[in-house]
């Protein structure tokens, strides 16, 4: 990158961390891995919510990411914001027209809610994203695939009767890469997932969704 991109970037990256008011649930990556050697940066714009007995805020969020193939098929990332960070590796047994790629990602997010005397907990999670995706040609791709995610909240002296709580949730991503130069593209995507467990009411009960944009900048 020109010392100018590179500016450019951590001013972005500056404000995500200045501006971020939200926690994420967003795939914000492709199903193809960064090639073996080099470095993908992004940075993404999104809105989260949430349906159910408590309603997440839908204030924007912003985030960063940075992804590294370390081998071939192999990459690892690093996704922050300021209320929390993912930690994740992908390997991509398919590639092609058609890609294909399985991750497995950890993270910590400090979490605001509505409707709550308590307005936060810190949530604790695990993910499991199979990511697809079709090109159409070098420009047009479409980007699906299901989505596992675990949470954990810790128990609090505050709200024992809220925290404490584990949930599995499925999910669906849907995105639209489109490439714009040979070293930087855009994603619009929506991630939507609902509790397939749920040790309250074990039921479909509540919706998370997230939806946003993504650039992308290098490692393609």
């Keep these: 990158m020109s010392k100018n991109t590179l ?21 914000m990556q492709t199903a193809a891995v960064v090639p073996e050697g080099e470095i993908r940066w992004a940075i993404a714009s999104t809105g ?13 969020n912003f985030e960063a990411s940075m992804r590294y193939g370390f081998a071939k098929h192999w990459d690892f990332g690093v996704k922050i914001d300021l209320l929390g960070a993912q ?3 992908k390997y991509q047994p398919l590639a092609g027209d058609f890609d294909l790629g399985i991750g497995l990602e950890i993270g910590y997010q400090w979490v605001r809610t509505n409707g709550l005397d308590d307005p936060s907990a810190h949530v604790l ?5 199979i990511l697809m995706e079709y090109h159409f040609n070098p420009y047009v791709g479409l980007a699906f695939g ?15 009767d809220i925290w404490g709580y584990s949930g599995l949730y499925v999910g669906l991503m849907l995105g639209l890469p489109l490439r714009l130069t040979d070293g930087i593209w855009f994603q619009p995507e929506i991630n939507i997932y609902a509790n397939a467990y749920d040790e309250r009411e074990n039921s479909f009960s509540t919706v998370l969704w997230q939806a946003g944009v993504s650039v992308f900048f290098g490692g393609l």
């Design 7 to 27: 500016i450019s970037l951590l001013f972005l990256l500056l404000s995500a961390f200045a501006l971020s008011s939200c926690a994420s649930v967003s795939t």
């Design 48 to 60: 989260t919510g949430s349906d159910g007995d408590t309603q997440a805020m839908a204030d924007p």
């Design 87 to 89: 930690l994740g590796v």
């Design 125 to 129: 999670s695990a993910q499991l994203p």
């Design 146 to 160: 299901p989505k596992f995610l675990g949470i954990y909240v810790p128990e609090s002296d505050t709200r024992p």
